[in-house]
């Protein structure tokens, strides 16, 4: 019974010291590694995913745009002699005329012409008032040996119209003029071929022929007397001289 008891004894101290000696044995206080959800040692396998990552770009693409050209301005429209609005045309646009009609000495044009608009009746137009002021800043300057009424030109043209029907008592009288270079008869027929491409213009904006003259003085009356460019651009010119009946 004793021996018994003594194995017992020994049995039960030899289940306490391997129990003891095995938690001595743990390892305290570990750093777990990231990303590895605490789990150490060989053979384990991390499991876990990784974090995304987002690096912006630095360069920007702005969106793309669709440029759209812009509306065309409709050309205007004048009334015409039977009240009709018309939208005029001009004259010599890509051609000169050709120099034509009689012109009688002094350069005033009567009869039939090129642009095939009849003359005003001279007699219509006797013991008539001047005013060679009123459209002074509207003087239609024209390029070198052209008689071509260009685009930038044609609203002064545009006013005088305007006026005109307005005042229907008034007349007009178109002045063609040249600067100093050619012949005296090619610089009138010149200046007769500016004053008639007025006149036509005038004409499809709604002016009777019959309210208009033409005259051409080539070069003998200079607005500028200098002999460069700058006077001779200031020297081909059409003029307008207002005619108003005497009270």
Known sequence: MKRFDLLKL???????????????????GLTPIPGGAGKTGPGI????????????????????????????TPPPTYPNNDG????????????????????????ENTGRNPTGISAADRGDFEGMLKDPALFKNNTVLFDFDSS????????????????????????LLIEG????????????ALGERRALAVREYLVRLGIQASRIRTISYGFDRPADSGHNEA?????????????????
């Not at 020994?10 to 305290?28: D, H, N, P």
């Not at 001779?232 to 005497?246: A, D, T």
Request: glycine share 6%; charged share 25%; proline share 13%.
């Open 10 to 28: 020994l049995a039960v101290g030899l289940i306490f010291t391997v129990a003891t000696t095995g938690c001595r044995s743990r390892t305290k």
């Open 148 to 171: 071509v009424i260009k685009d930038k030109q044609r609203s002064k043209i545009e006013a005088v119209a305007a006026f005109l029907k307005t005042t229907t008592s008034n007349k």
């Open 45 to 72: 396998v991390d499991d876990t995913p990784p974090k995304a990552t987002y690096t912006p770009s630095t360069v920007y693409t702005p969106p793309t745009t669709v440029t759209r050209p812009p509306t065309p």
């Open 84 to 107: 009709n609005r018309v939208t005029p045309f001009p004259p010599t646009a890509t051609t000169d005329l050709p120099p034509g009609g009689n012109r009688p000495p002094g350069g």
């Open 231 to 247: 006077a001779w651009s200031k020297n081909r010119r059409g003029e307008f001289i207002v005619l108003m009946p005497r009270q």
């Open 177 to 188: 003029h040249c600067d100093e270079r050619g012949t005296e008869e090619y610089n009138r």
